[in-house]
């Protein structure tokens, strides 16, 4: 098929007016694609800066909840809550109590937006256990390492105990093997047949993970989580990953982090077609963050950019510590 090239061909005519190039954009980014992660702990009247991740705060209940309302104003709708709770132990059991620091948490909002906002929890104890690791601890030939199955009854439970206190989505994190099966199992036993799960299905063993083990509090103390998060190198295991999740029940997907991984992103979208979200983690906002105070990069522009790339890649919802600061830019125009 003959095309013609230039100057018949100008590309350029399309870019020339500014509203002829909005006219013809192909990624639109939305305040509505942003999920807003928060971090919520025991006190009162606690607004506590994490240092690694200016503008992000460990809050007490009283202040997430102001906190949830002033991003609702901006126009986001989607909060995923993560917990500090007050006490740990070797099996992360006070992520089970209904007077859990989510529970409390969830209820507290429920209590105030009822419908108009959409909570996520995510589903994990690496911030409840007192090693660091996502469930309980076994020992197999002389190596210490997470007991997956006897994690995946402990997932199922919390899972259970986050919908009875009003959450919309729960969003398994430990990339336990058959998690979404137990947990789809317990919340439909429970009564919570309609309850959604968003699955980390595709979450890697990453390097941009630390500001959030400071915001989480939730370092391991000895080795790694390599043995249960997924080898960076590797593309057609995310895939595998994805279809086992979402034969056992998941209803989303994740790719995690976002910027290393936009070619799972596409690829999980194009194989499977089902909601895919996208974490844009601490790391990646932290280095974009550290390189505008240093005057390198220009914030905005920069933070827009990654997002529509994100979104380019093939992700309809996208968890981010922009989230506020994007709203507030799209609202600018």
Request: hydrophobic residues 40%; glycine residues 10%.
């Amino acid at each position: 098929m003959h095309t013609p090239g230039f100057p018949a061909v100008r590309p350029r005519r399309l870019r020339a007016n500014p509203l002829v190039r909005d006219m013809v954009r192909e990624t639109v980014l939305d305040v509505r694609d942003f999920i807003l992660p928060l971090f919520v702990r025991p006190g009162t009247n606690v607004r506590q800066e994490i240092s690694s991740m200016p503008g992000n705060y460990q809050l007490s209940v009283d202040r997430l909840v102001d906190e949830v309302g002033a991003a609702r104003d901006l126009g986001i709708r989607g909060f995923i809550l993560f917990g500090i709770p007050s006490s740990k132990d070797a099996t992360g059991s006070s992520a089970l109590r209904d007077d859990g620091i989510v529970q409390l948490s969830l209820r507290a909002l429920r209590s105030v937006y009822k419908s108009e906002v959409v909570l996520l929890t995510d589903e994990c104890f690496c911030e409840y256990t007192d090693h660091g690791h996502c469930g309980p601890l076994c020992e197999t030939g002389g190596r210490v390492d997470v007991d997956n199955d006897a994690t995946l009854p402990l997932l199922a439970a919390q899972c259970v105990s986050h919908a009875r206190a009003g959450a919309d989505i729960v969003a398994p994190s430990g990339m336990m093997d058959g998690m979404v099966q137990a947990i789809r199992t317990g919340l439909d036993q429970a009564g919570f047949s309609h309850t959604p799960i968003l699955s980390y299905a595709a979450k890697y063993a990453s390097g941009f993970y630390g500001p959030f083990r400071e915001a989480a509090e939730s370092p391991p103390q000895f080795g790694d989580r390599g043995g249960y998060q997924m080898d960076p190198a590797n593309g057609d295991e995310a895939l595998r990953e994805v279809e086992l999740d979402l034969a056992e029940g998941a209803d989303m997907v994740m790719v995690k982090p976002a910027l290393s991984y936009m070619d799972i992103i596409r690829r999980v979208k194009d194989r499977f077609g089902v909601p895919v979200a996208a974490y844009n983690v601490s790391g990646e906002f932290a280095m974009v963050k550290a390189a505008a105070q240093k005057g390198w990069i220009d914030e905005r522009r920069v933070a827009l950019e990654i997002l529509t790339s994100i979104r380019r890649a093939g992700a309809d919802l996208i968890l981010t510590y922009f989230a506020r600061d994007a709203a507030k830019w799209l609202r600018q125009g």
